[in-house]
Structures are given as C-alpha cells and as structure tokens.
C-alpha cells in the first residue's frame, strides 16, 4: 500500500457501485475530497432508482453529465464486449474524454476496460483506503468499516480478499479493529 503523499485529484467519474455503497457505508463525505464528481446521466438513473437519497447531500456537488454512446463507438463496442452496462459504458466514455481524471467503479469488468483504455480507476475500497492516506479517516476506523462490509453494504467482495485488505492496514499502520 504505502504511505505516499497523494496529491489531490480534481476530477473524477463514478460508476453507480461507488455511490452506492459510500452511502450505504455512512461515508459518502469522503467524496468531498474531490474536486469534481462527475455522474453519467445512466449512472444517476440507476443511482436514483436504488439509492435516490444518496443525491440529497447538499454538501456533495455531484454533477450530472450527459454522455451519448455514439461519442466514441469503438468505445462503446469494447465495453459491450466486456458485457458492460449502460451506466458503466458512459463512465468509460466520459473518463476518456478527460485524460488524468480517475473512475470509481466497482465493476472488475469496468476496470478491465479502464485499464484497458489506460483510465485510472478504483472502487470502494480504494476510496476507503485513500481517506486513510488523506487523513480522512484514522486507519481504526477504516478497519471497522471493512470488517462490517458484508452486513452494512451490497458490495461483494471475497471474504478472503477482505481479510487480507483489513490484515494488510493492521499492519501497516499498527492499527487494531
């Protein structure tokens, strides 16, 4: 993991998964560290059809953007290879018009194509583990939260993934959950 400075990052794209589940997790705010939050119009439709209060933070000034498909076809025919969503193509197209932001997703299959398509992207848990880097969040904290992952939130990941994320910030920061 390391203990880098991270210089703050001014724009990014979200997929719905990200939003979703912060705001199950009670850690939404951890967004306003972002200069930009830019939201696909697909994204805010699924976002709004699951979780519409996430939306209603006035502190969070997520920005709905409009993406059509046809922008970049060769784009859109990738992600449909990969079986990708409409919410989760319209991210991959609109990180791609704005080189050196990030995409939060949470899709493995949407980072395959962000990676792909050289897109910098992270999910919930990347999040979670920059706020402590950031000094958003103490490292106690954090741990708390991913121990009480599966029960409070809809993002699946393996147990035994999640085990190894929460060993590796114990140790790293000399923190105990």
């Given at each position: ?123 919930t848990i990347g999040v ?50």
């Amino acid at each position: 993991m390391g203990k880098t400075e991270h210089p703050p990052i001014k724009k990014v794209v979200l997929d719905a998964g990200p939003i979703i589940h912060l705001d199950e997790l009670d850690c939404l705010d951890l967004l306003l560290d972002f200069k930009e939050l830019l939201v696909p119009e697909a994204v805010w439709n699924e976002v709004t059809g699951h979780r519409p209060a996430a939306f209603n933070n006035p502190r969070i000034a997520f920005e709905k953007s409009f993406v059509h498909q046809k922008m970049n076809s060769q784009i859109t025919t990738f992600c449909y290879s990969l079986d990708l969503d409409a919410g989760e193509t319209e991210a991959i197209i609109l990180s791609s018009s704005h080189p050196g932001l990030i995409l939060l997703t949470d899709d493995a299959a949407a980072r395959l194509a962000a990676s792909s398509l050289s897109i910098r992207a992270y999910g919930t848990i990347g999040v979670l583990l920059r706020a402590v880097r950031r000094q958003q969040l103490q490292p106690a904290e954090v741990i708390d939260i991913l121990e009480e992952l599966s029960s409070r939130s809809t993002l699946f990941i393996k147990h035994s993934l999640l085990k190894g994320i929460i060993e590796e910030v114990k140790k790293e920061y000399g923190a105990q959950g």
